[in-house]
């Protein structure tokens, strides 16, 4: 592994990953490299987060690689971008990796910077401390704030439906109340969902019907 760079080792991984091709004595070499670079020297964010989402997609859990990155990021979390921590985060849920330090440093810094968080990485960082089981009450209430000022935003129903529930599932961990804005606000994400579905289905019907005249007016073409 040493003839590798830290680039060079992501990019493996990822193709691995996107191949969907768990070379198991690769990803162990892999796993043992990284640690110990991440010990002795620094080891770029992106490089980092690509390897362990990567060992994510493949479904490969290397304890001593997780480990590493949980003694390891925590005090480096304002150097990661908003994707960075989504990403890191989610892939430690889809491993059920719980390491109580790093999901409390993630939990803690978080709440700072959803402002710069995409949609998608909101939705990943909710559904991952929900999946993780990790009880947080600032998290919970953050981010229920930040979904509640976005719901205009979520046009599809599904995502409406999948954000809420994970929410959901944050505040039965916290045991805390939301506040009755925030709630009132969340609420309204049902009524969103039911505008989204009508959307969705008007939209159906107009692709439809323009099918159906395309069709006709190509026999009429051909009647000619």
Same mark, same amino acid.
């Given at each position: 592994?040493?003839?590798?760079?830290?680039?060079?080792?992501?990019?493996?991984?990822y193709?691995?990953?996107?191949?969907?091709?768990?070379?198991?004595?690769?990803?162990?070499?892999?796993?043992?490299?990284?640690?110990r670079?991440?010990e002795t020297?620094?080891f770029?964010?992106?490089?980092?987060?690509?390897?362990?989402?990567?060992?994510?997609?493949?479904?490969?859990?290397?304890?001593? %690689?997780? $480990?590493?990155?949980?003694?390891?990021?925590? =005090?480096?979390l &304002? !150097?990661?971008?908003?994707q960075e921590?989504?990403?890191?985060?989610f892939?430690?849920?889809i491993?059920?990796?719980?390491?109580?330090?790093?999901?409390?440093?993630?939990?803690d810094?978080?709440?700072?910077?959803?402002?710069?968080?995409?949609?998608?990485?909101?939705?990943?960082?909710?559904?991952?401390?929900?999946?993780?089981?990790?009880?947080?009450?600032?998290?919970?209430?953050?981010?229920?704030?930040?979904?509640?000022?976005?719901?205009?935003?979520?046009?599809?129903?599904?995502?409406?439906?999948?954000?809420?529930?994970?929410?959901?599932? %944050?505040? $039965?961990?916290?045991?805390g109340?939301?506040? =009755?804005?925030? &709630? !009132?606000?969340?609420?309204?994400?049902?009524?969103?969902?039911?505008?989204?579905?009508?959307?969705?289905?008007?939209?159906?019907?107009?692709?439809?019907?323009?099918?159906?005249?395309?069709i006709?007016?190509i026999?009429?073409?051909?009647?000619?």
């Open positions: 592994m040493g003839e590798y760079d830290d680039q060079g080792l992501a990019n493996v991984v193709a691995l990953g996107r191949l969907k091709t768990p070379h198991k004595p690769l990803l162990e070499a892999v796993g043992d490299e990284v640690p670079r991440l020297e620094t770029g964010n992106q490089e980092l987060v690509n390897i362990v989402y990567a060992f994510s997609r493949l479904g490969f859990r290397h304890e001593g %690689l997780l $480990r590493a990155v949980s003694r390891n990021v925590p =005090p480096r &304002q !150097e990661f971008k908003p921590l989504s990403n890191m985060l892939a430690m849920s491993l059920q990796f719980r390491h109580r330090g790093f999901l409390d440093a993630m939990c810094h978080i709440p700072r910077r959803l402002k710069s968080f995409t949609q998608q990485n909101l939705e990943n960082v909710v559904y991952a401390v929900g999946n993780l089981r990790h009880r947080h009450e600032e998290f919970a209430q953050a981010t229920a704030l930040e979904v509640a000022r976005r719901i205009p935003q979520f046009k599809r129903a599904k995502r409406v439906d999948t954000i809420i529930e994970s929410l959901k599932k %944050l505040q $039965r961990q916290s045991g109340q939301l506040d =009755p804005a925030v &709630q !009132e606000a969340l609420n309204k994400g049902t009524d969103l969902r039911k505008y989204a579905l009508e959307v969705e289905a008007a939209l159906r019907n107009v692709e439809r019907e323009s099918i159906q005249d395309y006709k007016e026999g009429r073409a051909s009647c000619r």
